[in-house]
């Protein structure tokens, strides 16, 4: 874990890391800000550096969750919107994945460390992609050095003010070869996910009633840092964010249990988790539901600045533990045992089938339910 450098705990040893408490599983150290992109090349694999935000966490406004409790009320399967996600293609989710690991041979891109010129050709590569698909996109910098977020529009026909953001990180790390940072599930699959659904959008001619904006973000290895400029950002400007789903690792799949969905136990709202899993229930009834104690991708962002949101996760049995053995290293690769692209193809249905629900769509000319 790393402290925020304004604490004024944290300022005392600002010139080193210091470790300030340490439990079983975990600690919290003081890191200088500009040691913060080491972060990720000296942690084992298995340990994730989380900021600690000192700022209290916000309420959500009252009348955004009653927007989502509207919306939970008047689910029910809607074969438009079925026919819509059942379009999304493993082939194209691949070509894409492989593309961003660095597995295709035309690929430039050997690491997406948020500080690599591999992060910044795949911000260049994520904003073609999307324009390409009917978004207005433009990278926004939050750190000098470090990659930018790449945020891309698609405007809603019922010029209200409201937003629906669905995110990921494109930014990975890799041990034991820093140099090498594929990233394919962590967070490749997510960033893939985006495209696919974007990919939904363009082929259906789907247009928004409400405001919906993609989201891949930068610097998630090194503690939610893109994410959460990019939040406050928003809570600067009194945004009226709907929804925010996030979506980080899903496309592993151990063999010996069934595809799955894992919803966060913790920076959720309840109604936006309700909302994913009754969603699922109705478009991906292959997917067995559970909950992960997994700890921490950028919905927390949005959730301490006061904005509904939820994360979707390759895992929710046996309390949604970790399970890929590459998780964090420099051989999370799309060809390898366990990475299962229908698990992520069926993961990326329920999102999209959300989004139409929430908020409202029509088809080219043809107003749909």
Request: hydrophobic share 40%; with cysteine; charged share 20%.
């Amino acid at each position: 874990m790393t402290s925020n450098p304004n604490d004024s705990q944290t300022a005392l040893y600002h010139d080193r890391p210091f470790v300030l408490d340490l439990f079983i599983n975990s600690a919290i150290v003081a890191i200088p800000e500009p040691a913060l992109d080491l972060v990720g090349a000296f942690l084992p694999a298995l340990l994730t550096a989380v900021l600690i935000q000192p700022d209290p966490v916000r309420v959500v406004d009252s009348g955004t969750v009653d927007i989502l409790r509207g919306a939970l009320s008047n689910i029910t399967y809607n074969k438009n919107i079925a026919k819509i996600v059942e379009s999304l293609n493993v082939t194209e989710i691949r070509a894409d994945l492989i593309y961003l690991s660095g597995e295709e041979p035309g690929s430039s891109i050997m690491s997406r460390n948020s500080m690599s010129s591999g992060a910044l050709a795949a911000a260049n590569w994520l904003q073609e992609q999307f324009e390409g698909y009917g978004a207005s996109c433009e990278q926004i910098g939050f750190r000098d050095g470090w990659a930018p977020n790449v945020i891309c529009d698609y405007p809603g026909t019922d010029n209200s003010t409201g937003v629906i953001i669905l995110g990921a990180h494109y930014d990975s790390r890799g041990r034991p070869f820093p140099d090498r940072a594929p990233g394919a599930d962590d967070d490749g699959s997510g960033t893939a996910h985006l495209l696919a659904i974007a990919r939904g959008i363009k082929n259906h001619n789907v247009q928004f009633k409400s405001n919906v904006r993609i989201a891949a973000f930068a610097g998630e290895e090194q503690g939610l840092v893109g994410s959460r400029a990019y939040a406050k950002y928003l809570r600067a400007q009194d945004a009226n964010v709907t929804l925010m789903i996030q979506a980080d690792m899903l496309a592993y799949h151990d063999p010996s249990e069934p595809m799955q969905l894992g919803q966060p136990d913790r920076y959720a709202l309840p109604e936006a988790n309700q909302l994913i899993a009754n969603v699922s229930r109705l478009y991906a009834p292959e997917l067995t539901l559970g909950w992960t104690d997994g700890c921490c991708t950028d919905h927390q962002s949005f959730t301490e600045q006061g904005f509904p949101a939820t994360s979707v996760f390759e895992r929710g049995l046996d309390g949604g533990d970790i399970v890929d053995p590459m998780y964090h290293t420099s051989y999370d690769l799309v060809d390898r045992p366990g990475v299962d692209l229908e698990q992520l193809r069926s993961i990326s249905k329920v999102v999209f089938a959300a989004l139409l629900h929430v908020s409202g769509y029509e088809l080219g000319s043809s107003k749909l339910e």
